[in-house]
């Protein structure tokens, strides 16, 4: 038995995670080990999943995508995420990068955005500087109006994706005083001259590249901005609404993943004369890592049907990032204790596991910053 096999979906769904779950066991799985050694997300790999038809399937069917639900989308991510989150992560991001065209874009940015993604290109999402994180609505790249264009300067950092991407949107201020009612965003071709900076060197997600992007005097025309001067910061809430959940997806991946290897090893390691899973106390640990991880695979789908259902979250995306991110990190370290010492090594693979799953409390977001807003919800009148 693996937690696969304990999700229900629909014949549809069956159908296309199926078919990313054979790529996945073919083509990416043999390879994550040495990727992860390396740091490298591997392009070629990914052209498969996209010759496969498996990139960009959330575009909506009106700008001629396959425009699969967000229940869908999430179970895909989940299904990448088991085999390596990094990877998972970044072919998303590609596509995913996009979704403030498609919140707050006109009708012809978002036939645009459409016919790129459905080529195969890439976008990657710039908000977070080197001196913003959290505080994001502080952020200190400038939109200057010039003529019928804007020029637009500064640095973003850690940005997925950002050395594979065609597309960039990004998050900049036309008047830092007016902090986010300044927010105003701008979908930036890469041949307009935006530089990419530093690699970074990370403890785990190694498969997905993470850069420093530079905007030295980019001339971007008016055209390119995505909803008004001073209104980006609307539509980046409105897009991590979405986004933020859905890469939860992953961590939860992760978990299932971590239970999987330590069930299969707790079979096969004998001590005290059995094998492991029949002492009460491990089994136990087992069954406690299941129970957290098909919590979170519950929650992100109900997460799932409320978008896809038009309803309101309510503090639901926030609750559940941090309950998928920490059960990731949670079950992973548990993992490596049923392997024992085992575990701790780079031979076996669930230390990789830890690794990848730690990022997830801290970016789309930190949990400390949604439990700011869950407390906020309360503190209401
Ligand atoms: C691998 C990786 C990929 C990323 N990808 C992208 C990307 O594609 N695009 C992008 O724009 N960004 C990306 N990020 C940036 C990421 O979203 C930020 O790192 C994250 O938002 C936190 O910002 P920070 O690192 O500046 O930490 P800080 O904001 O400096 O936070 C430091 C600590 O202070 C805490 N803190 C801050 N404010 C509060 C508060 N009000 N109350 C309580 N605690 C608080 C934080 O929770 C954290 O623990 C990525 C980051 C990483 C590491």
Redesign the pocket.
Known sequence: MKVFDLIQMTPEQEEIIGLARQICEKELMPYTAELDRAGRYPVEIAQKFKDAGLYALEVPEQYGGMGIDNTTNFLMAETLGYYDAGFGFTFH?GSMGAECVFVGGTEQQKQMAADALLEGKGF?????EPA????AASITTTATRDGNDYIINGN?C????AELADYFVVATTIDRSLKYKGITLFLVEKERGVQIGKH?D?LG?RL?P?NEVIFDNVRVPAENMIGAEGRGWGVVMKNMEVVRPHSMNFATGIAMRAVDEATAYAKVRMQFGKPIIKLQGLNFLLAEMLERTLVSHGALMNVAYQLDNGMKLNGAGSAVKIYASQTASYVASKAIEVLGGYGYMHEYPVEKLLRDAK?FE????????QQ?VLGSLLAKD
């Open positions: 991001a990657a999402f710039c908000l977070t913003c994180g959290s505080d973003k850690f940005i997925s994706g970074e990370k997600l997905s993470t990022i801290i970016f789309e977001g930190t949990n400390q910053i700011v």
